[in-house]
Each structure stands twice: as C-alpha cells, then as structure tokens.
Nanobody, 124 residues
Framework: QVHVVESGGGLVQTGDSLRLSCAAS????????MGWFRQAPGKEREFVAS????????FYADNVKGRFTISRDNAENTVYLQMDSLKREDTAVYYC?????????????????WGQGTQVTVSS
C-alpha cells in the first residue's frame, strides 16, 4: 500500500510556472512507478506524465511535452511535476498516482494508489 499526498497547486497566470509535489509513504517508494494525471471540469481524467521506479524512464502526454517535467527523489519519497509555460487549458485537478510495479505506464488503469488531488488554475 502506498499513500500519496499532492501539494503545490494554485492560481497562476498564462506563461507562469508551478511545481507540484507528491509525498509518498508506505510501500517501498523506490520500487514504485509514479504518474501524474489531471481532470478538468466535465472531462475524463487524463494522463500527464509518468516515471519509472528508478527514474530512468519517463513518458509525457503530447500536450505537455516540452513544457512539463516529471522527476523523483527516492531518498525523499517524493515525485515532482515541474510545469512551465502554463496555458489556460492546463487548468485541472492534478492527481498523483502510484502503481505496484517498477515500469512507467500511461494507462491510468495500471495505477493502484491515488491522492486526493491539487487544483491548478491558469488565468489569462
């Protein structure tokens, strides 16, 4: 079992940057692949980024590639999502998730542990 808690959301303007953090506890974090997903009002939850247990492999959704960076610190049991050049369409609740495996995936069905989410609002 992995318990995850997101933080770092807020209200920013178009073009600004924001860094989300996800603190994990429980199961061995260094053996757990992690991911970020987001859900905008009226839309399904979508994949944003994922990182393997070792941090050596990452995946990004096409609409954030080049602007967002996922990273992890296994010594601190934390995964980060650095978001640059934010756009209004990035507005959503962002969720951190962990899976019972070491490989990163883009499929939300593969993730077993979810946080409560943190709101990110980008205004023009």
């Amino acid at each position: 079992q992995v318990h995850v808690v997101e933080s770092g959301g807020g209200l920013v303007q178009t073009g600004d940057s924001l860094r989300l953090s996800c603190a994990a506890s429980g199961r061995t974090f260094s053996s757990t692949a992690m991911g970020w997903f987001r859900q905008a009002p009226g839309k399904e939850r979508e994949f944003v980024a994922s990182i393997s247990a070792s941090g050596g492999t990452t995946f990004y959704a096409d609409n954030v590639k080049g602007r967002f960076t996922i990273s992890r610190d296994n010594a601190e049991n934390t995964v980060y999502l650095q978001m640059d050049s934010l756009k209004r369409e990035d507005t959503a609740v962002y969720y951190c998730a962990g899976r019972s495996g070491r490989g990163a995936t883009t499929n939300r069905a593969n993730y077993d542990y979810w946080g409560q989410g943190t709101q990110v609002t980008v205004s023009s």
